[in-house]
C-alpha cells in the first residue's frame, strides 16, 4: 500500500533538520500565463499522467493540492508508473511548466510505492523536452529517481525550482550524458532515513545512491538548496550528496547546506572525470555521533576548478575537508575557507591553496548540530581577514561581501549580513515560527 498522508507528512517533517537554514525564502513564480501558455489543470493522478504523456510544446501542467499515488495509476505507456516529459523517441517538445498550484510544494505530494518497489521507477523521466521547469511541488518514493534528465534522449535547459525530492532507490537526480544546462534552486533533496540496500545498485544488494549524480553534463548549477540525509542504511560509504562528473564541466554549487551525510560535493571522480567549476559559499557539517561511514566534504579532480569560501565541519570524522587529486588537476584555487580540517593535495596535485583557516571550532557558528554555521562574535580568526575575490561577491545569504581590503571574513557567512532560519519545516509559509537575530 502507498504511505498514508500522514505518514508522509510526519516523515518529510521529521527529515528537516530543526533548524537549517536556507538563504532566504523562494521568490515566488508568477503563474505560468494563459497567453503564453495551453494550461492544462489536473486534480488526480490519472489525469496528471495522462496530461504528462500527451504534453506538446508549450504547455504548463498546473497540479491541485493533494497527495498523488503514482502507484494506482492506469499509465499510458502501459509499462509501469512514471511521469514522462516528452516521449522515449518521440519528437521534441519545448517550453513546458509543470507546477504545483499554491506554490507550497508541501501542498502537492507525488509518491510512488517506495524505493524498493519497481512499479513507480522514476517520478518524472525528461526525455525529448527542453526549456522545462518543475517547480513547488515534492515528489518521492520511487524505485530509481524521483527527477531523471535523459541527455541522450535530448533533454536540456530543465529547471527544477522550489521542489521537495526525495527517497528514491538511487540517485535522487540524475542527469544523463548530454543533458546540459540544468539549474536546481531553493529545492530540498534527502533520504528521510538513509538510503536502503537496492536490487539494482552497484553491485546488486549494495546502497546506490546520491543526492545529485550527473555524467557528461555541462553548466549545471545549484544554488540555495538543502541537501541532507544522503547515508546509506547499512552504514556502509554513501555517494557524494552532489556528483558531477565522467567528462562534466562548469558545474556551480553554491550556497547550499548539506547535512547528515556521508560526503559532500564532488567533481569528478578519477583524473579526467570534470574540468572547471565552481564551488562557493556553502555549508556543510558532519554528524559527530552517525552511525554510518563519513569521507571528505569537498573534492575535486577538476582542472581549473574554484573551492571558495566555505565552511565545512567535519567534527572530528574524517581528517581532510577539502581534497584536490591528481596531477592533472592544474589550477585548482582553494580560497578563504573556513574548515576544522586539512586541505589534502592527493596523488600529485598541486592546488593553489591561499588564506583558509583549518582549525574551526564549534563556537565561532551560531548553532552547529542543527546547521546553522552564521558566524558568531566569537570568531575572531575568521573575521575581517581577507580582500574580496571577483569569483564570490557575496556569501550564504546572497548578501554583498564588503569591498574595502581586509574587511571580508572567511567562510561562506558574512558576519552581520545574515537573515532568517526556518524553525518550522521547509518552506511552511508560516513565518510567525522564524528566527531574526542577524549573524
Known amino acids: 500500500m502507498p504511505p498514508t498522508v500522514s505518514t508522509v507528512f510526519t516523515a518529510l517533517l521529521l527529515a528537516a533538520p530543526v533548524a537549517a537554514r536556507l538563504p532566504s525564502e523562494a521568490p515566488p513564480l508568477p503563474p505560468p500565463d494563459p497567453g503564453a501558455w495551453d494550461i492544462v489543470e489536473v486534480d488526480t493522478a490519472q489525469e496528471l499522467a495522462d ?43 519545448a517550453d513546458i511548466q509543470i507546477r504545483g498550484a499554491t506554490g507550497d510544494p508541501a501542498d502537492v505530494v507525488l509518491l510512488g510505492r517506495g524505493p524498493l518497489d519497481p512499479v513507480v521507477p522514476f517520478g518524472f523521466q525528461i526525455f525529448t523536452a527542453t ?3 518543475i517547480a513547488d511541488l515534492s515528489i518521492g518514493s520511487v524505485y530509481y ?18 521542489a ?14 548530454g543533458a546540459h544546462d540544468v539549474t536546481i534552486e531553493y529545492s530540498e533533496i534527502f533520504h528521510t532515513a538513509g538510503a536502503p540496500q537496492h536490487p539494482e545498485g552497484s553491485p546488486p544488494g549494495s546502497c546506490y545512491t546520491n543526492g545529485v ?6 553548466r549545471w548549477r545549484l544554488s540555495d538548496d538543502l541537501v541532507h540525509g544522503i547515508y546509506c542504511q547499512d552504514g556502509t560509504l554513501a555517494g557524494p550528496a552532489v556528483l ?8 556551480v554549487v553554491e550556497r547550499t547546506t548539506i547535512l547528515e551525510s556521508s560526503r559532500g560535493v564532488h567533481l569528478g ?5 570534470h574540468t572547471g567549476g565552481v564551488v562557493r559559499n556553502n555549508v556543510i557539517r558532519w554528524n559527530p555521533d552517525a552511525p554510518y561511514a563519513v569521507d571528505v566534504g569537498i573534492y575535486t579532480v577538476s582542472p581549473d576548478s574554484l573551492v571558495l569560501h566555505n565552511t565545512v565541519l567535519t567534527e572530528g570524522r574524517y581528517p581532510n575537508a577539502v581534497e584536490v587529486r591528481f596531477a592533472s588537476a592544474t589550477g585548482v584555487a582553494v580560497r578563504h575557507n573556513l574548515l576544522d580540517a586539512a586541505i589534502q593535495p592527493r596523488d600529485g596535485a598541486v592546488p593553489i591553496v591561499e588564506d583558509n583557516l583549518t582549525d574551526a571550532q564549534p563556537a565561532w557558528f551560531v548553532d552547529p548540530p542543527t546547521g546553522d554555521l552564521h558566524l558568531t562574535p566569537a570568531a575572531t580568526p575568521a573575521l575581517d581577514q581577507v580582500d574580496l575575490l571577483p569569483d564570490a561577491p557575496d556569501d550564504f545569504d546572497a548578501a554583498p561581501r564588503p569591498v574595502t581590503p581586509g574587511t571580508v571574513d572567511l567562510g561562506a557567512d558574512e ?25
Open 244 to 251: 558531477l562528473w565522467g567528462g562534466s564541466s562548469d558545474t
Open 164 to 177: 521537495r525530492l526525495f527517497d528514491a532507490g538511487q540517485q535522487i537526480v540524475k542527469g544523463i550524458a
Open 51 to 93: 496530461a504528462c504523456w500527451n504534453l506538446e510544446s508549450g504547455q504548463a501542467i498546473v497540479i491541485a493540492p493533494g497527495t498523488y499515488d503514482l502507484g494506482g495509476v492506469s499509465f499510458p505507456n502501459g509499462v509501469d508508473g512514471r511521469l514522462t516529459v516528452g516521449r522515449f523517441g518521440a519528437p521534441p517538445i
Open 131 to 133: 526549456d522545462v521547469l
Open 415 to 439: 558576519h552581520g549580513a545574515g537573515g532568517p532560519i526556518f524553525t518550522d519545516g521547509f518552506e511552511s509559509g508560516d513565518t510567525t515560527a522564524w528566527t531574526t537575530t542577524v549573524s
Open 213 to 218: 549524480d550527473a555524467l557528461g553534463v555541462e
Open 269 to 273: 571522480l578519477g583524473s579526467g572525470d
Open 145 to 162: 529517481h524521483a527527477v531523471a534528465v535523459q541527455g541522450d534522449q535530448g533533454a536540456r535547459r530543465v529547471r527544477l525550482y522550489h
